[in-house]
């Protein structure tokens, strides 16, 4: 059986089943022990009454009128059904109340009970619940309870008879909340499938707050990473495809010219050649790394990195002027010092020599400051250049680049749990503040 819903169904109906059986025995164990206990007490009394009765009565040689006054007497003392038969088994006397009821019937035995005289006669009295009026104690009586069901019914049938309408009563109200509850499921497993086949805009309910709901939560969450990994994925494919075509278009031209050309233009070439070739390794590196930063969940940011000492280094690499604060924040040092190399080369390929690196606490981020003296970025298109591939006009044919650089700058400080804005500085030019937790 596939069907979920079938399989909760029948569990419950079947643990249902199994408590109505267990109740329904329990409870007939009970009214047995209840109607032992009746028994029990109906032949104490009924001793005590042939006793009392044996000395009451008149001698079996008395006449029957006066056998059959007093036993009338004598039923309407204690309020019990009686009649007695001689040691031969012939009917001597009976009470009113005994012929009213008609105790001899078919049936007499399951409704009376026979005590026997000393001298043969056998004394009959109505047992307790037949329809035979009030016992001598009536608070030791037992009386039928309603839900056994007509007093023609064994004891048994009424019960089963409750427990079968207490069981179908609760199975089909059961019916309708699994169904609802799996109806749900199997919504979220076809948006599962929809989502698998392609359609990764595809997206569940998430109505309720319970498991179901909070599962359906998750998907979308999940489907949305997923359809946003894939858009920068291709994304990134093709811009790449497109920004191989340059270097690999000149790179070609190169290689096809430097055969024929004269041996004062080759130093030339072989330099098209390398910076060419240099272009394609810096483009590929770039997208490996924005590709696995795509990737992955989460990095590690277990380690500790000195800002200042990695600050300084690369500075010095790229004739910068570099101060500020020892500061320390959780992260991965190689990713910081290429955030770091990527804003500077940017602040040297387009804002000239007067390149400045600042480092100081802001609050609980640290924050850094890459300064320079170029043209700055216009308003409009300071989110814009974080985009990936997305370079000024004129830019890229005067100082090439590929457009990924301040792209994985923001990649690599969101993952680390900051951010990086472009400001214009005052006197001209651009800041780009890079800020981290510490």
Not at 241 to 257: D, G, I
Request: charge should be neutral; hydrophobic fraction near 45%; glycine fraction near 10%.
């Amino acid at each position: 059986m596939r069907s979920l819903y079938l399989r909760i169904y029948l569990t419950v109906v079947l643990t249902l089943a199994l408590f109505a059986a267990v109740s329904g025995w329990l409870l007939q164990q009970q009214l047995e022990r209840q109607r032992g206990l009746a028994e029990g007490s109906m032949r104490e009394r009924s001793g005590a009454w042939g006793e009392l009765l044996q000395r009451s009565l008149p001698p079996v040689a008395a006449p029957a009128d006066e056998q059959q006054a007093a036993l009338r007497d004598w039923s309407q003392r204690l309020r019990i059904p009686m009649a007695l038969d001689d040691a031969g088994g012939q009917r001597i006397a009976a009470s009113d109340s005994w012929l009213r009821r008609d105790l001899d019937g078919a049936d007499a035995a399951q409704r009376v009970r026979s005590i026997r005289l000393d001298d043969g006669r056998t004394l009959w009295l109505s047992r307790p619940g037949s329809g035979g009026g009030r016992s001598a104690s009536p608070a030791r009586s037992v009386t039928r309870p309603p839900w056994l069901g007509p007093p023609h019914w064994p004891d048994g049938l009424g019960l089963a008879v409750l427990l079968v309408l207490l069981f179908l009563a609760v199975a089909g109200a059961a019916w309708p909340v699994v169904r609802r509850l799996t109806r749900r499921l199997e919504a979220l497993k076809q948006g599962v499938e929809a989502f698998g086949s392609g359609a990764l805009d595809q997206r569940v309910a998430e109505d309720g707050r319970d498991e179901v709901a909070a599962l359906g939560a998750s998907f979308n969450r999940a489907a949305a990473r997923v359809e946003a990994l894939m858009q920068a994925h291709r994304s990134l494919l093709a811009n790449a495809s497109h920004e191989l075509r340059s270097p690999l278009a000149r790179l070609k031209m190169a290689v096809s010219l430097i055969d024929n050309a004269p041996a004062e233009q080759r130093p030339a070439l072989k330099r098209e050649i390398d910076t060419d070739i240099a272009e394609l390794d810096a483009l590929v590196e770039e997208v490996l790394l924005a590709s696995r930063l795509d990737a992955s969940a989460s990095l590690d940011l277990s380690q500790s990195v000195a800002l200042l000492p990695l600050m300084v280094e690369e500075a010095a690499r790229a004739g910068a002027l570099a101060e500020g604060d020892d500061l320390v924040v959780p992260g991965d040092e190689r990713l910081l010092r290429r955030a770091l190399r990527n804003l500077l080369e940017n602040a040297r390929r387009y804002g000239g020599s007067e390149v400045e690196v600042h480092l100081k606490a802001v609050g609980p981020m640290a924050e850094w400051r890459i300064c320079d003296r170029g043209p700055g970025v216009p308003d409009p298109q300071r989110e814009r250049i974080f985009e990936p591939f997305f370079r000024l006009p004129g830019h890229a044919e005067r100082a090439g680049g590929v457009g990924l650089g301040l792209s994985l700058v923001r990649q690599i400080a969101e993952r680390h749990g900051g951010k990086v804005r472009c400001e214009a500085r005052a006197g001209g030019g651009s800041c780009f503040v890079v800020q981290l937790p510490m």
